[in-house]
């Protein structure tokens, strides 16, 4: 039976070039995408630009564009770092496209339907850079100016006829829905954070705005155009070509396997999101994941503070695959993460290119020379090479389990070790002093060839162009790997060709 697992990261807004931080939930969401990939899952991996409300609106504006010609520009950065960070999506959704628009009325129209949309007014303040409103104890002064506790970021007052959505109905459900599905919200931490905000009293939300345009219009009010966080939280389901919910989209994905989101919008998917399913009687999401933020110097990397780590000048100077790998490994995930050029250039020479690609290297060039670049024959594993390899196919769960609850540091970190051990391995047995005892040197090659092929499985996930360069060795194609091999040690073929690969990584060196 076909396996079907669905991921999402954010929807961005286009208001200004993608940072640190968008490539950050971007990779991440890759990594856990490309691992069901060749564990036999048939993905879908949806990513995109969110492109309405006041704040696309405004920055048009100061562009003096028009907002959709200003998205069009932006929104195709966004779409370029998708093949830049080497992202497997299987769709890049943007809200200003007729799918979207009619899954966002559909939605609109059936909460109303439910009764759970009323027309009142609102008077509140409003931060246009998060999109968000805020109640007045969560309001703070600073320098003369009014802004969010939470995000530091200036609020302004905002007071116009608004529809209301009943959010207050539907606290004790979703207390009650975190509470039968202690996983709904990971890391634990930010769940606690959750519970107690609801449990201290849900007011209803407002859902439209009246005193700008660059929206979807309410379907009954044309006055009125729908609040973008509710127009592109459905992006998750406008994807899926919801409302036809018979469509195979639909019936393989939806309810979605994770939102990979930032903690700073975890209030919008583990309370609103599923609030507004709850009300038009929609499964709810699988699970909703906070990471932390990628910070530059201490503090978050945003615009306003000009501390942003241009992604594409790493690329550019390291190379996409040391980004990648350096992200999840020295990003504890889930907590904030400091980044550094430094860090990143001794997780290059140590994890890279001294433990992964210097073992690929050694093995390999041993094996030309004794072993007639071929995977050698006559095999017979010993209790140290049953060791190493075993460690492989008695932690295959393990692996499959880290992925699924989101422990990347953990799968990461069986990697590292992995590795060191494989170059631990290769010393110990010292094939180089076997020539007199052809069947041992075999064995130890083979073995090693084996690790090799292994560890690249492991790394495709993180770090998929050197992957697939190391399995190339054994001729084994992307669309041929498979993470379940790696329990099989005798999968290379004996005999048949080693094949040539280029250095993975480079030293870096002052
Ligand atoms: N458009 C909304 C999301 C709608 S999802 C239905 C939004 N966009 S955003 O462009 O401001 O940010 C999106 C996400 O980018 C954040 O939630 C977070 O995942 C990521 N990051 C932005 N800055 C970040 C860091 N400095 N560090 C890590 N990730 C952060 O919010």
Known sequence: MDKYYYITTPIYYPSAKPHMGHAYSSIVSDVFARFKTIDGYKVHFLTGTDEHGQKIERAAKEKQMDPL?????ISKTFKDLCSLLNLSNTDFIRTTENRHKISVQHLWNELEKSGDIYLSKYS?????SDEAFYHEDEIETKNNQKISISSGSKVEWVEEESYFFKLSKWQDKLIEHYEKNPDFILPKSRKNEVISFVKSGLKDLSISRKSFSWGIKVPSNHEHVIYVWLDALTNYLSALKYPEVSNMLYKNFWPVDVHIIGKDILRFHAIYWPAFLLAANIPLPKRVYGHGWILSGEEKMSKS???ILDPIEIIDNYGLDPLRYYLIKEVSFGNDGNISKKKLEDCINSDLANNYGNF?????AFAEKNCDSTIPDQIEFTYQDKKILNNYSDNINNLRKFIDEQK???YVHFIANALFDANKYFNDQEPWKKKNDKKRLNTIVYTSLDLIRKVSILLYPIIPSSS??????????????????IKDHKYLKSKSKILKTDILFKKITK
């Open 69 to 73: 010609a200003f998205c069009n520009e």
């Open 124 to 128: 509140g303040w409003y931060s246009v």
């Open 305 to 307: 503070k000009g501390n």
């Open 360 to 364: 690929c290297q050694r093995v390999t």
């Open 408 to 410: 990347l540091n953990n």
């Open 468 to 485: 697939k360069k190391s399995l190339k060795i054994f001729n084994i194609n992307e669309k041929d790997i498979f993470f379940d091999t």
